[in-house]
């Protein structure tokens, strides 16, 4: 059975950083189809940044908001994956999901319905 637990959230100024991260126990990290999502209240949950690795090359998919200023990664022998959040805006306020597939999509989308795994989510607020 696969778990998801998602860490590192936190309230932070604008301008500053956190690293979150995603601990998915019972998951194969030997190849992959992973990602972060967020929401706000009122909103649809919408893809930030997912990864794909199929053991010899992975693939990143970013949200055009956060493109130069998020960070997707893992560490397979952890089995964690991470989101370097940097430069953070009031507008990435939300509730940040780690998410895993069963089907690895080439090259990785931003769809939630991809993803068959998701964690309970880490609060991220940004203040101005």
């Known amino acids: 059975e696969v778990h998801v637990v998602e860490s590192g959230g936190g309230s932070v100024q604008a301008g500053g950083s956190l690293r979150l991260s995603c601990l998915a126990s019972g998951y194969t990290f030997s190849s992959y189809y992973m990602g972060w999502f967020r929401q706000t209240p009122g909103k649809e949950r919408e893809g930030v940044a997912t990864?794909?690795?199929?053991?010899?090359?992975?693939?990143?998919r970013y949200a055009d908001s956060v493109q130069g200023r998020f960070t997707i990664s893992a560490d397979n022998a952890k089995n964690t994956l991470y989101l370097d959040i940097n430069s953070l805006k009031p507008e990435d306020t939300g509730m940040y999901y780690c998410?895993?597939?069963?089907?690895?999509?080439?090259?990785?989308?931003?769809?939630?319905?991809?993803?068959?795994?998701w964690g309970q989510g880490t609060q991220v607020t940004v203040s101005s």
């Open positions: 990864i794909a690795n199929t053991g010899n090359t992975r693939y990143f």
């Open positions: 998410a895993a597939a069963i089907v690895i999509f080439r090259p990785p989308r931003l769809v939630p319905a991809d993803f068959d795994y």
